[in-house]
């Protein structure tokens, strides 16, 4: 079927070994087999069909907190290289938060919360738009993206940053908010969580956010070719993978200095941040997506499904 079993056998190798790198003594990912075989590879065979002429394809790659999204980017990447022979360059939209200093001056102009990176405002949406409008030229120079340090919750410097050298056939961009759209005003006067009704009174954290999707990020995502959709189960479900990828996080930077990896509870009142928005997309991105992926509790893929072909 679409050469699908050639694809598979030359690509599993190289797929099982980087799933492997994901696991932990703990958390074994089950059928590996499986979910290349039936889910990756079919996706990357629908992701080269939308490609045309020599235009840089852009794919948007959204989920909320912890369902993956690094690991299915780089495993779409992994075999739209290998097999496809394509230059595929994948990024996360959190590369490109603001500095510490700049969401410092924002939160005392704007508000308090916006401080905290992760919602609609708190990315450099001019970098992100130099990104696009550079892989569309059909001339083409080196580009260097920024590159963002969780565990100092702030941005590389400079020398750190990624390159791109050859222009990408295909430039993924994944992230928890990639795609999502505005809320209408009226759903924006009841709180969603105890933060929104306690930190955020007169609705002008979550108004700002909201007015932000609904102009510049809503530009940035309009650009998109397509929009892949990871749709986990319910949001309690990702506060916990959420947590697992913060304990994750802690492990490899060690006793790093002014580390700021966050604990149970500063995952808890984070993840408060994320909630209205991720919410939303539960309901309204399976609808609008170009496919959408299922998860199980596990992790796992459960289905593809193909919304326009």
Excluded at 85 to 90: C, G, I, R, S
Aim: net charge positive; proline share 2%; with cysteine.
């Amino acid at each position: 079927m679409q050469n699908y079993r050639e694809c598979f056998e030359k690509v599993r190798k190289d797929c099982v070994k980087y799933i492997q790198s994901q696991e932990t003594k703990k958390e074994k990912f089950k059928n590996k087999d499986q979910m290349i075989k039936s889910h990756i590879i079919p996706l990357c065979f629908w992701i080269n069909k939308k490609r045309k002429n020599k235009k840089t394809l852009l794919v948007g790659l959204a989920g909320g907190q912890g369902t993956g999204k690094t690991t299915i980017s780089t495993l779409l990447r992994l075999v739209l290289v290998k097999y496809f022979k394509l230059q595929v360059f994948k990024i996360s939209i959190d590369d490109f938060y603001k500095t510490r200093k700049e969401r410092i001056l924002l939160s005392k102009n704007k508000h308090p919360l916006l401080l905290t990176r992760g919602v609609p405002g708190t990315h450099d949406i001019k970098l992100m738009t130099n990104l696009f409008r550079k892989v569309k030229k059909n001339t083409f120079r080196s580009i260097s993206i920024p590159k963002f340090d969780k565990s100092i919750d702030d941005r590389c410097k400079k020398n750190s940053w990624f390159k791109l050298k050859k222009k990408p056939d295909i430039l993924i961009l994944e992230g928890w908010c990639v795609g999502a759209r505005a809320e209408g005003s009226r759903s924006l006067n009841r709180p969603i969580n105890v933060l929104e009704k306690n930190a955020d009174k007169k609705k002008i954290w979550r108004s700002y956010v909201n007015n932000q999707l609904k102009s510049k990020y809503s530009k940035l995502f309009d650009q998109l070719d397509s929009l892949l959709y990871l749709k986990a189960k319910n949001f309690k479900l990702l506060k916990r993978w959420r947590l697992k990828q913060e304990k994750k996080l802690k492990m490899k930077s060690g006793t790093k200095k002014n580390s700021k990896i966050m604990n149970e509870r500063e995952v808890e009142t984070f993840m408060m941040t994320y909630q209205r928005i991720t919410q939303n997309m539960f309901k309204h991105a399976p609808k609008y997506s170009s496919a959408v992926i299922d998860l199980n509790e596990n992790h796992q893929i459960k289905k593809v499904k193909f919304k326009h072909v």
